[in-house]
């Protein structure tokens, strides 16, 4: 059987200057609950590094279209646009990457 695997959408970036961590994370629980009710969401995480002052929103998609959809549908909601209002647009970075190994899988393999 021909299964798609699932994707992972990467979105690299910079907070504007005079920005704090806790306002971008005051909006994250809006943000979230919009994420999640899109279709194929399967994990998010928001990780920031210290040293370099990046960020990065890690969005587990069940398929290349669930991403697609949700980046076509993500600027239209006001609790996203208030997010992205802090984010120093010159800085971002996105890209979407197929998973070929899991270790959350919850599909049984072969044995050898």
């Not at 970036?13 to 279709?39: D, M």
């Not at 993500?74 to 992205?84: G, R, W």
């Amino acid at each position: 059987m021909n299964k798609a695997n699932n994707v992972v959408e990467q979105v690299s970036f910079k907070l504007k200057e005079g920005v704090s961590a806790e306002a971008l994370l005051a909006t994250n629980p809006a943000v979230q609950e919009f994420i999640s009710s899109l279709p194929g969401l399967l994990y998010r995480s928001v990780s920031l590094n210290h040293e370099t002052s990046e960020w990065t929103d890690i969005v587990y998609w069940e398929t290349l279209a669930n991403a697609e959809h949700a980046g076509k549908v993500f600027m239209e909601n006001p609790a996203c646009q208030a997010m992205v209002a802090l984010i120093d647009q010159e800085s971002i970075r996105m890209q979407h990457t197929e998973v070929l190994f899991s270790s959350c899988s919850t599909e049984e393999t072969a044995s050898a």
